[in-house]
C-alpha cells in the first residue's frame, strides 16, 4: 500500500462523506437549519436495502430505487411533520426537534428490527483493477464514479432547471421569493427530498464498505459529513463536496501514516485548524456584517 | 414594619423573584429528598439518580450561562465532564491514602477538576472568540470529539514511585501496590464513590448564585449585550472577545466540577460516557427550560432525567416516546396560539442572538 493507493481509498471514503454532506449543506442553505436527523435517514436507507436484498431477494437496480423512494418520502414526511411546524421558531428550537426526529428513528429502528447487527450483503463483489503496482477495489471506483455523477447531475440542476433556479432564490431570500411568486414550501420539500434520496444512495455505498447494519449507524458518517459541510463551507455545494474529499482523504491518511486510533481527533484537528484560517469554511460565502 | 417590607421586596420584588424562587425549589427539594432518603421511603431507583441529576443540572446551568446569556450555541459540553470527571477521579485516585476524610476529598477533587477544565476552557476559548454561529457550534463539536478520542487512549497509573502515562498503548509499568487511574477506552475502575447529594446540592446552590451574580452584574449587562447586537456592545466599549470567554470559561468550570461529581459517583467509568449525545442531552434540557432561565432548566433537567425512568412500564416504547414527547413539545411551546396564550410568562423568541 503506497501514498497513491491511500488517496484513492481516501478519495472512495470522502465520496461517501461528499454525498451525505450534500444533503446537509442544501437543507442548510435552503431551511437554515441543521438537521441531525440525516444521519438516521442514511440508516433507515441501510435497513431497507438489506431487507429488499436479504429477505426479498430483489436484484440491486430495484432496491437502490425502492432506498431512495422510501427515504425520499420519509425526508418529505419528517419535514412536513416536524419541522414545517417551526417555519418561524428559533435555530434553537429546530435543532433540538432535529434531534427529537433523530432518537425517533433510531429508537423506532431497534423496536422494529432490534439492535443487533446485521451483515450486509456483499453487492459490488470483491473484484479489483490492477493498473501497474496499483489495486483498486471495483467498489472504491463505483463510489467515486456514483459521487461524480451525483454532483454534475445537481450542479446541472441547481443551475439549469427552475426548479434549480427557485431553489438558489429561496437560499437568498425567502420573503423576495415568495413575492416573485415561489411556493417557498414545496421547495424546501423538495430540498429535503433530494438530501434524503442522497442519503439512500450514500447508506447503499456506506454498507458495502462497511458491511454492517445497525440503528446507530448513522451517527458518526453523520457527524463526519456535517464536519465535511462546514468544512467546504456550509451551504456551498461544491464546498460540501471539497469538504466530504478532503475529509475522507485526511481520515484515511491520518489511519494509514499516524494512528488508527486517533484518526477522528485528527480529523476534527484538521477542521478547526481550517476553520481559524477561514472562518467560514473552504468555500463559504463571506459573512458581511451589516453596520 | 417599613424594615420588614425591604427584606420582601429584596427576596421577592420585581425582578428578583425568579432568583429567590429558584433557591427556593433547590432549597426545599433538597431537604424533601435528604429527608426521604434518609428514612428510606425513596426507592433505590431514585436515590441512585440523586447525585446524577445534581451533577446534570450544574452542567445545564453553565452551558445555559453560555447558550443562553452569552449566545453562543456549544455542542461540547460533555467534553468538559470528560475532563473534569477524569481529573477528579485521578486526583481522588492519588490522594485516597493521604487524605482519608471523603468529603474534603471530593471538595479538593472537584476543585482540582474545575481549574483543569478553566485552563481547557482558556484554551478552547479562543476560537470562540474568532467564530460566530454555526461555525463555532462545530468547533465546539470537534473538540468535544477530540477531548473523548484523547481520553480513550490515555493511561494513567500511579504507585510509590510517582505518575506513570502512556498515550494509545498501555506501557505504564506498576510497582507492586500501584494503582491504574486511567486505562485507555476502559477508563476508571474501582473508583471510590464519594460523592454526595448533599455536595450535590451545595453545588447547584453556587452554581446559581455565580450565574444570577454574572447574569445581574456589569459584565452579565455586557454579555447579553454583546448577544444581542455585537456591532451596538462593541460600539459602546463593550470587550466582547473578553465577554465571552467570560461566560464560555465559567460555563466550562461550571461543566469540569459537575463532570468530576458525576465521576466519583460510579466505581467504573468509561469515556465513551461523555460523546456527542451527552451534550446534546444537556442543550436539550437548556432549551426545554427555557434560554436564560436558571429555574426552567433544573425543572427540565429533572423531568428530562427521571422521564425515561418514569416510562419505564412501558420498557421497549419509553425511549421512543421520550422521543416523541420532546418533538411535541418544541412543537407545542413555539405554536405562535399558546405563545400568544403564555405571552405574560414572557417566552422569548430565539434568544439565541443569531445575527441575520
Known sequence: MGFL?????????????????????????????????????????????????????????????????????????????????????SSLAVLITAIGVSYFLQNGAQLLWSSSTKVFPSVFGNGSITIGSLSVSILTIITIMTCIVVMVALTLFINKTKTGRAMRACSEDKGASTL????????ISITFAIGSGLAAIASLLLCAAYPSVFPTLGSMPGIKAFTAAVFGGIGSIPGAFLGGLLLGIIEIFAKAYISTQLSDAIVFAVLIVVLLIKPTGLLGAKQNEKV | MEKKKNIFAALFGEGVRNRTFSFIIVIAA????????????????????????????????GLNLNVGISGELNLGQAGFMSIGAFTGISVSGCLASSLTNPTLRLIVSILVAMLVAVI????????????????????????GQIIMSLVTNMYLGFDENGFQFSFVENRTKLAKGGKMLLSGPMGANGTDRISTFTVGAVMIVLALLVVYNIMYSKSGRAIMAARDNRIAAESVGINIARTKMLAFVISAA??????????????????????????????????????????GTIIATVVLVLLPELLRPIADYRMLTYAIILILTMIITNNPVVRKFFGGLKLRRDTAGREA
Open chain 1, 5 to 89: 493507493s491511500y488517496l484513492i481509498s481516501g478519495l472512495g471514503l470522502g465520496s461517501v462523506y461528499a454525498i451525505i454532506a450534500l444533503g446537509y449543506t442544501m437543507v442548510y442553505g435552503i431551511a437554515k437549519m441543521l438537521n441531525f436527523a440525516h444521519g438516521d435517514v442514511i440508516m433507515i436507507g441501510a435497513y431497507v436495502s438489506f431487507f429488499a436484498l436479504n429477505s426479498f431477494g430483489l436484484s440491486l437496480p430495484v432496491t437502490i430505487l425502492l432506498a431512495v423512494t422510501v427515504c425520499t418520502a420519509l425526508g418529505i414526511v419528517i419535514e412536513k411533520l416536524a419541522y414545517k411546524p417551526l417555519r418561524q421558531a
Open chain 1, 180 to 187: 416573485m411568486g415561489i411556493n417557498v414550501n414545496s421547495i
Open chain 2, 30 to 61: 433538597y431537604i424533601i429528598l435528604e429527608s426521604m432518603r434518609r428514612s428510606g421511603s425513596l426507592s433505590s431507583l431514585f436515590t441512585g439518580l440523586l447525585v446524577p441529576i445534581c451533577c446534570y443540572v450544574i452542567a445545564a446551568i
Open chain 2, 120 to 143: 481547557f476552557g482558556l484554551i478552547i476559548g479562543v476560537p470562540v472568540l474568532k467564530l460566530q454561529g454555526d461555525y463555532l457550534a462545530i468547533v465546539t463539536l470537534a473538540f
Open chain 2, 254 to 295: 461550571m461543566a469540569g466540577a459537575a463532570g468530576a461529581l458525576y465521576g466519583l459517583n460510579y466505581k467504573t467509568l468509561v469515556p465513551a460516557k461523555f460523546d456527542f449525545n451527552t451534550s446534546i442531552l444537556i442543550l436539550v434540557f437548556v432549551v426545554l427550560g427555557g434560554l436564560g432561565n436558571m429555574t
